[in-house]
C-alpha cells in the first residue's frame, strides 16, 4: 500500500521536479532517485537522468548518509565505471578518516569497487576491519555487503571474511534461505569455507526443507543442502528436483546441475531429466556458462548425446565469433573434455591465432586439449598430426617469450595461480622457476604466500626462493595472516627444507599460530598441527586443543559437512597426528586411538603385489637363504606399512621368521594378507636388529632432486623408534644405468642390507 502511495506521489510530481529540480534539497533529490529506482518506475528515466546530473553538482557538500544513497543508486543504474562515480571515490578518498559507520561504508565501498586503485582498495579493507571490531553488534547485511566487495575486487583477504562470519553466526537465527544461499555462493567464489557456518545452515534449513515449494527456492535450497545432506535428505531432495524440473529457469537448471556434480550425484533419473530441460534453455545461456555446464554434464557422465551436438554446435560458433583469448582457451579446453569429439581444422586455426595474446593458464588450457586430440587421434584432416604438433611449438615459444617478458613478481604469480597440468610441468615449470628467482628483490610479506603455493605445485625445491621467504616471513610476522602461515609452513614441511635461521623461522611462525588459533577453524586445526609434526614440532597448546573430547566430538559433527575429499584428508591427518605424538611426545599421555580407524582403512584396501616387489622379493630370498627370511608388506605398530621386513642377529646372520612362528605373506598370491595386528611380532634375541626395506619413488623426493620430502623423513624417524633399521632405496639409484643387471642389483641389496660400505 505504502509502495503505490509512493508511485502515485512520484508519478504526479515527476514533471513538476524536471523543471524544479534546482530548488530541491540535496537529501530529497538523492531520496526521490532513489524511490524511483527502487520502485522500478521505468516510465520516469529522463526524471532520473535530472536527478543524477543534479545530485553530480552537489556531490562536493552531500552528506555521508546522502553520498551513501547516491552511490548506491548509480549502482543499481549500472554506471559502474562511469566519470560521477569516479568522483564518489575521490570523495571516499578524502573523507575516509571521518567514515564512522559500516553501513554507510559498506554502500560506498560495494558502490566505487570498479574504479579504485590497490592502495585504495587496500585502505578500505583496514577502515572496515576497525569498524566491524568496534561494533558489538553490525547487521549481517553490512557482512554481506564487505563479502560482495570482496568478490568485486576477486580479493580473498581473510581478516575480514573471519569477522564477517563470526557476525553471520551470531545473526545465524535471522538469516533466510536467500541470504545463506547468497553468503555460501560468495564463499565459493573467493574460495573460502567454513564448515561450521555449512553445519549451522544445515540445522537450520533442514528443519524447514517441507516449506519450499516454489523453483526459486528450492534451487537455492538444493545448492546448500545437497552436498551436505544424510541419505534421507538427500534422497528427497533428489526426489523433488525430478518433480519440479519443468518449472525451473535457466539458471535454475544451471544451479541443479552444478550442484549434482558437487554431489557427485549418480542419479540416472534426474539427470535424463535435467537433460531433457536443458534443450529448450541452451540459447539463453552466455559463453561461460556454457562452458561449465559442459563441464558439469562430463563429469556427471551424461549420455544424452543429441544434447552435446547442441552443446559443441553452440560452442564453435562462440569460438567461431570470440576475440577474447580466455574465452577461446576456455572453449578449447572444454570441447577437448567432450567424448568422441571430432576437432575440425578451425579451431586448431583459431589457436594458432589467439597465441600471442595468451597468458600462461590460456596456454596451458590449449595445449593440454592438442595433446590430447592428438593422442586420440581425433585430428582427421590433411596433415593435421604436422599442424598440431608446429603449432604445439608455437605455443612453447609464446610461453617462454611471456616468461622473459616477466618483470613484476605479482602480475606473474597472479599468472600462476591457475596453471596446472602435465604441459607446464615438462615445459615451463623450470624457467618459470628461474624467472622468480631473477625477481627474488621483489618477494615482499603481500606475495610469500603465492610464491609459496606456487613452489608447492611444482614441487620445486629452490634454496634461494625458500630462503628468502623464510626471511621474509621472520622479518613481518606480524603483518602476515595467520592462515597464510599455515600454508607457508606446509611449504617448508612438505619439502623437508631447513633454512638457515631454521629455529628462529618455526619458533616465530609456531608463536604467531599458537596466539591466534581462534583464526582456525575446527579441520584446519587438525591440518595444522599435522604440517608441524611432520616438520617435528609439537606446540603443547595446540596438542592439547585438538586431544580433547570437546574438540574432537565438535570435528565428528563439522565433518559430516566437509566435500568427502577433505573429510579424508582430515581423518587421516588426525590419524598421523595422533600415531606421531605417541611416538614423539609420550609425556603428552594422549592416547593412541586409531586402532579401528586403520583396521577398517587396511581391510578395505585392495592393494596388489607389484612386479617389482615381486622380483625383489626373489633376490631377497637369494641374499638371505630362503623365503622365510624376509616378509613382504608388513604392518607395524601404529600401521606403518613397509615393502619388506627381516630381522639379523648380532652376527649379521638373517633369522628365520617360521622358527618364530610368525606368518608369512602368500608371495605368489594376486592380493596382499596383512597381518594386521602383527601377532607375530615378538621380542627379538639380545643383538637382533629389525630391517625395513622401503622402495623410494619419484613422490618421495622434491622435484629434479635427491633431497627426501618431510613425509618420507618423518616415516624414516618413526620406523627407527619403532626399533627398526632403516634401509631407503631411491628409485633413481635402483633404475640408473650402474644397476642395469641381476648381478649389481643383488650386490647393491647385499651392501645395504647387510651395512657395508
Known amino acids: 500500500m505504502e509502495s503505490c502511495l509512493q508511485l502515485k506521489s512520484i508519478q504526479v510530481c515527476s514533471r513538476y521536479a524536471e523543471d524544479k529540480v534546482e ?106 576491519g576497525q569498524l566491524l571490531e568496534e561494533k558489538d553488534e553490525v547487521h549481517f547485511n553490512y557482512a554481506k555487503r564487505i563479502l560482495q566487495f570482496l568478490q568485486n575486487v576477486k580479493l580473498r583477504y581473510h581478516p575480514l571474511l573471519e569477522k564477517c562470519n ?55 535450497l538444493f545448492f546448500i543442502l545437497g552436498p551436505v545432506a544424510e541419505s534421507k535428505v538427500r534422497e528427497r531432495l533428489l526426489v523433488t528436483a525430478v518433480r519440479m524440473a519443468e ?30 530441460i536443458l534443450h529448450k534453455h541452451l540459447d539463453s545461456y552466455h559463453v561461460i556458462q556454457l562452458v561449465k555446464l559442459t563441464q558439469y554434464l562430463v563429469v556427471l557422465r551424461c549420455h544424452d548425446l543429441e544434447l552435446f551436438a547442441k552443446l559443441k554446435m553452440l560452442l564453435l560458433g562462440f569460438l567461431k565469433s570470440s576475440v577474447i583469448p580466455a574465452d577461446t582457451a576456455a572453449i578449447i579446453r572444454v570441447l577437448a573434455m567432450v567424448p568422441s569429439f571430432q576437432v575440425e581444422e578451425v579451431i586448431i586455426n583459431k589457436a594458432a ?38 603449432l604445439l611449438r608455437k605455443l612453447n615459444d609464446c610461453g617462454f617469450q611471456r616468461l622473459q617478458k616477466a618483470n613484476n613478481l605479482n602480475l606473474l604469480l597472479e599468472e600462476l595461480t591457475h596453471v ?79 633454512p638457515p635461521a631454521n629455529e628462529e623461522f618455526f619458533e616465530s611462525c609456531i608463536q604467531r599460530l599458537t596466539s591466534n588459533l581462534s583464526c582456525f577453524g575446527t579441520h584446519r586445526l587438525v591440518l595444522l598441527g599435522h604440517v608441524l609434526a611432520v616438520a617435528g614440532y609439537f606446540p603443547p597448546a595446540l596438542m592439547m586443543r585438538i586431544f580433547n573430547v570437546s574438540f574432537l566430538s565438535k570435528l565428528d559433527a563439522q565433518l559430516k559437512v566437509l566435500p568427502d575429499t577433505l573429510k579424508q584428508r582430515v581423518r587421516l591427518c588426525l590419524m598421523k597426528l595422533n600415531r606421531a605424538v605417541c611416538l614423539e611426545c609420550p609425556e603428552f599421555h594422549i592416547p593412541w586411538f586409531h586402532e579401528h580407524y586403520c583396521q577398517r582403512v587396511f581391510c578395505n584396501s585392495s592393494s596388489r603385489i607389484n612386479p617389482l616387489r615381486q622380483h625383489v622379493h626373489r633376490m631377497l630370498t637369494e641374499i638371505l637363504g630362503g623365503s622365510h627370511y624376509a616378509r613382504i608388506s608388513v604392518l607395524t605398530p601404529y600401521y606403518y606399512e613397509i615393502d619388506f621386513e627381516c630381522i639379523l642377529d648380532e652376527n649379521k646372520k638373517p633369522l628365520s621368521y617360521v622358527a618364530q612362528n610368525t606368518p608369512l605373506d602368500d608371495v605368489e598370491g594376486i592380493h596382499l594378507t596383512r597381518d594386521i595386528k602383527d601377532k607375530g611380532r615378538k621380542a627379538l634375541p639380545p643383538g637382533a636388529q629389525r630391517i625395513a626395506l622401503e622402495f623410494l619413488d619419484s613422490k618421495a623426493f622434491s622435484k629434479d632432486s635427491h633431497h627426501l620430502k618431510g613425509e618420507s623423513a618423518l616415516k624414516k624417524r618413526h620406523l627407527e623408534m619403532l626399533g627398526y633399521q632403516v634401509v631407503q632405496i631411491p628409485h633413481f639409484e635402483w633404475n640408473s644405468m650402474v644397476l642395469s643387471t641381476k648381478g649389481e642389483q643383488l650386490e647393491y641389496l647385499r651392501r645395504h642390507l647387510y651395512g657395508i660400505q
Open 23 to 128: 530548488h530541491m534539497e540535496d537529501e530529497a533529490i538523492v531520496d526521490t532517485l532513489y524511490s524511483i529506482l527502487r520502485l522500478n518506475v521505468e516510465d520516469h528515466s529522463s526524471l532520473a537522468e535530472v536527478l543524477v546530473t543534479e545530485a553530480w553538482k552537489r556531490l562536493e557538500r552531500l552528506s555521508l548518509p546522502a553520498l551513501s544513497k547516491f552511490a548506491l543508486c548509480l549502482y543499481k543504474q549500472r554506471r559502474h565505471f562511469s566519470p560521477v562515480i569516479g568522483k564518489v571515490a575521490h570523495i571516499v578518498d578524502m573523507k575516509l578518516d571521518s567514515i564512522q559507520d559500516i553501513r554507510i561504508l559498506s554502500v560506498l565501498m560495494i558502490s566505487i569497487s570498479d574504479v579504485i586503485s590497490q592502495c585504495f582498495r587496500d585502505r578500505l579493507l583496514h577502515k572496515a
Open 166 to 220: 563470526k557476525i553471520f553466526l551470531k545473526s545465524a537465527s535471522h538469516l533466510d534461505i536467500h541470504s545463506i544461499s547468497l553468503i555460501l555462493g560468495l564463499y565459493e567464489q573467493l574460495g573460502f569455507d567454513n564448515a561450521e557456518f555449512r553445519l549451522v545452515a544445515k540445522q537450520l534449513l533442514s528443519e524447514t526443507i517441507d516449506v519450499y515449494y516454489d523453483p526459486e527456492t528450492f534451487a537455492k
Open 247 to 276: 518449472e525451473f529457469s535457466s539458471h535454475q537448471v544451471l544451479v541443479i546441475v552444478k550442484t549434482m556434480q558437487k554431489m557427485k550425484c549418480r542419479n540416472s533419473h534426474l539427470l535424463k531429466k535435467m537433460a531433457s
Open 353 to 390: 591465432a589467439v597465441l600471442p595474446q595468451c597468458k600462461l593458464h590460456h596456454l596451458n588450457c590449449i595445449a593440454t586439449a592438442l595433446v590430447k586430440w592428438n593422442h586420440y587421434d581425433q585430428l582427421h584432416w590433411q596433415n593435421s598430426s604436422e599442424l598440431c604438433v608446429k
Open 420 to 498: 596446472n597440468g602435465e604441459w607446464f610441468e615438462e615445459v615451463l615449470s623450470e624457467e618459470t622457476v628461474a624467472m622468480c628467482q631473477c625477481l627474488i628483490d621483489q618477494i615482499t610479506w603481500e606475495n610469500v604466500l603465492q610464491l609459496s603455493f606456487f613452489l608447492m605445485k611444482t614441487n620445486h625445491r629452490c634454496p634461494s626462493l625458500l630462503d628468502r621467504i623464510a626471511s621474509v616471513t621472520v622479518e613481518n610476522i606480524d603483518k602476515i595472516h595467520p592462515f597464510e602461515i599455515y600454508f607457508i609452513l606446509f611449504l617448508f614441511s612438505a619439502l623437508n627444507y631447513d
